[in-house]
């Protein structure tokens, strides 16, 4: 294979062979490739949902949908918390602090047939939701963790239930064991781990070295979340961890094919090629249209933007054409200045593993005072403000 098709870090690393992978079980569902797309704010809505769908098969939740609003009945929740017709199985992830919402809300979910499977957000590391109690904070609270998620599972019945958290708040405050263990006893059909902690934030590399361990302490599945940049990236983990499968977050943004070249590699077949700057084109205009078609050209257009960046990052002259395409506010202008664009230029293999989305950096983690005092309080926090997921 090219060198131009993969980085110096995958070369060497294998397509999966025959049997070496299994479908990722969760309850009544069975997910092949073993690949889910990772919940993000503003980014996982039904158009992108779709597009990523048509690469590849997997488990494609929505974007956080938090619970209270949801429980309430509040429209501009329940438009995001909608699926398309085609879409199937249906994964919407659920943020919430009150056992009490998050009871009502998964009990109207499945009592509508809404959903095939529910995610469970622990994970956020955004400042506003941990100051307040909640997000990366809960795991600090055992008691309220195991609350919420048997809230979680009781109103679900047949629908599975996952949960997802990061290693910990910072190097101090180490939550992953317990998170892992308390999703098993209240029945969660898995769990995932974003390999870092919420001071890291996306900083650094991803510590795959505690998706092993957590394999190793539960009997449930377990998916690992962090720097899957390429498709081989994922089998590398998987095979580096023993995990179940893999959540794929920023490494899709601007690249939905990538879940074309995961199928590959997983069913032991070779990397298919990178598209060439023309399909890149094609694809941008079809998600900007989607979009469009879902909630309004000019909401959609300004939502945009950052797509359009993602997707043409490391292209010749991309940064002058990411200039401009920040001030196209109609779809038929980001038509009209694209179509004069080298179509045949490849796809630059720098641009594989730059960062795309979240920036890097790392925080101090703000949390309520005296929130440390008793971790074993179970009292429900003040922090149902719809973020960013972990």
């Given at each position: 294979m090219s060198a131009l098709h993969e980085s110096d870090v995958n070369r060497d690393v294998p397509p999966a062979r025959p049997g070496e992978l299994a479908p990722l079980r969760l309850g009544?569902?069975?997910?092949?490739?073993?690949?889910?797309?990772?919940?993000?704010?503003?980014?996982?809505?039904?158009?992108?949902?779709?597009?990523?769908?048509?690469?590849?098969?997997?488990?494609?939740?929505?974007?956080?949908?938090?619970?209270?609003?949801?429980?309430?009945?509040?429209?501009?929740?329940?438009?995001?918390?909608?699926?398309?017709?085609?879409?199937?199985?249906?994964?919407?992830?659920?943020?919430?602090?009150?056992?009490?919402?998050?009871?009502?809300?998964?009990?109207?979910?499945?009592?509508?047939?809404?959903?095939?499977?529910?995610?469970?957000?622990?994970?956020?590391?955004?400042?506003?939701?941990?100051?307040?109690?909640?997000?990366?904070?809960?795991?600090?609270?055992?008691?309220?963790?195991?609350?919420?998620?048997?809230?979680?599972?009781?109103?679900?019945?047949?629908?599975?239930?996952?949960?997802?958290?990061?290693?910990?708040?910072?190097?101090?405050?180490?939550?992953?064991?317990?998170?892992?263990?308390?999703?098993?006893?209240?029945?969660?059909?898995?769990?995932?781990?974003?390999?870092?902690?919420?001071?890291?934030?996306?900083?650094?590399?991803?510590?795959?070295?505690?998706?092993?361990?957590?394999?190793?302490?539960?009997?449930?599945?377990?998916?690992?979340?962090?720097?899957?940049?390429?498709?081989?990236?994922?089998?590398?983990?998987?095979?580096?961890?023993?995990c179940d499968g893999v959540v794929v977050g920023r490494g899709c943004l601007g690249r939905p094919w990538l879940f074309r070249e995961l199928a590959a590699v997983m069913n032991g077949e070779p990397t298919p090629a990178p598209p060439k700057l023309g399909e890149v084109l094609d694809v941008m205009l079809e998600h900007a249209e989607r979009l469009a078609q879902w909630m309004g050209e000019g909401p959609a257009m300004r939502a945009f933007r950052r797509h359009t960046s993602w997707y043409t990052k490391g292209f010749r002259g991309s940064a002058q054409l990411r200039a401009e395409l920040m001030h196209v506010e109609r779809l038929e202008q980001l038509r009209e200045r694209v179509a004069g664009l080298d179509r045949e230029q490849p796809f630059p293999p720098s641009a594989l593993r730059v960062p795309r989305g979240k920036s890097s950096g790392t925080q101090t983690v703000s949390l309520p005072d005296g929130y440390l005092d008793d971790l074993l309080d179970a009292t429900p926090p003040e922090a149902e403000e719809e973020s960013d997921g972990g």
């Open positions: 009544p569902l069975w997910v092949w490739p073993p690949v889910v797309l990772a919940p993000m704010a503003g980014v996982t809505n039904y158009p992108f949902r779709a597009l990523c769908r048509r690469f590849g098969a997997g488990l494609y939740v929505s974007e956080m949908i938090t619970a209270r609003p949801l429980a309430e009945g509040r429209d501009k929740t329940l438009k995001l918390a909608g699926f398309g017709p085609e879409e199937s199985p249906r994964s919407l992830q659920l943020y919430g602090v009150d056992p009490h919402y998050v009871g009502a809300a998964v009990e109207r979910l499945v009592g509508e047939g809404a959903v095939d499977h529910i995610d469970m957000n622990f994970g956020c590391p955004v400042r506003k939701v941990t100051r307040k109690g909640g997000g990366a904070a809960i795991p600090l609270k055992p008691r309220l963790l195991a609350n919420i998620v048997r809230a979680a599972v009781t109103h679900a019945g047949r629908v599975p239930v996952t949960i997802k958290f990061r290693i910990g708040v910072n190097d101090e405050l180490i939550t992953f064991r317990d998170a892992g263990r308390i999703g098993q006893e209240e029945g969660c059909a898995a769990v995932a781990l974003h390999a870092r902690t919420a001071a890291q934030l996306y900083d650094g590399e991803a510590r795959w070295e505690a998706i092993a361990e957590l394999k190793q302490r539960v009997d449930i599945p377990v998916l690992g979340n962090g720097d899957i940049w390429e498709a081989k990236d994922a089998l590398r983990m998987l095979r580096a961890t023993g």
